[in-house]
């Protein structure tokens, strides 16, 4: 199993949920956080003072895949979510040594 984490643009979200749905994935984690990369943030002028806003909005994605479905679903994010422009995001992927279905104490595969 994978554990796949994606940092996106807020107005993306629905894109990269209906590539997802597209190939069969339905669950997932939606975060609302904040931060920066390379675009190091901007300046804003707010009642005629300047500030530097440091932290964007961004979206944290995060699902967890049977090891068949992870490289379709990295590629379903990538192609949903890019614009093409800085601070389009990260995905991240790591490998999940178990999981339970706290309902039914299913395991593993079964469980996601």
Do not use: C
């Not at 994606?6 to 590539?19: E, M, R």
């Not at 669950?27 to 300047?50: D, N």
């Amino acid at each position: 199993m994978k554990k796949i984490e994606a940092i996106i643009k807020p107005f993306k979200l629905s894109d990269v949920k209906a590539a997802l749905n597209e190939i069969g994935i339905q669950g997932m984690t939606v975060t609302e956080v904040k931060g920066f990369g390379r675009q190091k943030g901007h300046t804003e002028i707010y009642r005629g003072s300047e500030y530097t806003v440091d932290f964007l909005p961004k979206i944290k994605i995060e699902t967890v895949l049977p090891d068949n479905l992870a490289d379709q679903a990295i590629q379903a994010i990538i192609r949903a979510a890019k614009t093409g422009k800085i601070g389009d995001g990260k995905v991240f992927v790591w490998p999940v040594a178990e999981a339970y279905r706290i309902r039914t104490d299913e395991r593993d595969d079964n469980a996601v």
